[in-house]
């Protein structure tokens, strides 16, 4: 599943233009969340996964230390934690922005959701599954569907499918998925018709959960290739349209 970031809560201010960062004075009250690169960067990671900051947008340097009441020499060891994991890029006397993904990131971050994703059902064993926090991001992608939020489904989605790769057990597993879903979050501003693309999607995730439910992995797993499929052409097609647009 994709989505863009209009509705509540996407805090954006446009492709190129300064990001909202008065909800970033809430992460920087919680002493737990504050202090070093590691976790300033988890805070812009987690950021970045709800759409809060769109491709291009320039992270000013003064304004996002003062927000998160850090030194700015830990926000840079930051910005390069999350260049490192392809989210920001430092572009040469004009500072630090948003990754704009091309295609072939695209591809390939597909092609390591599949590995991931369904490799996680695969090796689940027997019934029963514990599936909570896979039943609990429906719920809520639901939830913000009846509300009309559609920015607020897009993240729930993403919370899906780290539930789903949380199935492993694996740490290891689900810090390299949190890195790869908000990197994937950044493709999702491509869709300009956020409603669309969602709706039939929180269907899929809702059958995809009975079928864990059921204890029915193997079947579950069959589902998500072809969801995995059909959301990777449809982000490619829209990539497609853009680059032939301009």
């Known amino acids: 599943m994709a989505g863009a970031t209009s509705g509540a809560g996407a805090g954006t201010a446009g492709r190129t233009g300064t990001p909202d960062l008065s909800e970033l004075a809430a992460d920087s ?5 504050s202090g070093t690169a590691e976790r300033v960067a988890a805070i812009l990671r987690d950021r970045i996964s709800q759409g809060c900051f769109p491709p ?10 003062g927000a998160l009441a850090v030194s700015r020499n ?19 006397n004009k500072g630090v922005f948003v990754r704009i993904l091309a295609v072939d990131d695209l591809v390939d971050i597909y092609r390591v959701r599949l590995l991931v994703e369904c490799a996680a059902l695969r090796a689940l064993g027997e019934p029963p599954y514990d599936v909570t926090d896979v039943e609990a991001a429906v719920a809520t992608g639901e939830q913000a569907a009846l509300a009309d939020d559609w920015a607020a489904c897009s993240t729930a989605n993403i919370r899906f499918h780290q539930a789903l790769a949380g199935l492993a057990g694996s740490p290891r597993t689900d810090e390299l998925m949190r ?11 491509v869709m300009a018709d956020p409603r669309r693309f969602h709706e039939p999607y929180l269907t899929r995730n809702r059958e995809i959960t009975d079928r864990l439910a059921e204890g029915d992995a193997a079947g579950a797993e069959r589902l998500l290739a072809f969801y995995l499929e059909d959301s990777r052409r449809q982000l490619a097609e829209a990539y497609a349209e853009q680059l032939t647009a301009q």
């Open 29 to 33: 009250a919680s002493p737990a969340r």
């Open 56 to 65: 291009g947008s320039r992270l000013s340097e003064e304004s996002i230390a």
């Open 74 to 92: 830990t926000l840079r060891e930051a910005f390069r934690l999350l260049s490192h994991e392809r989210l920001l890029e430092h572009r040469l």
């Open 179 to 189: 890195n790869v879903l908000a990197e994937l979050r950044l493709a999702f501003h």
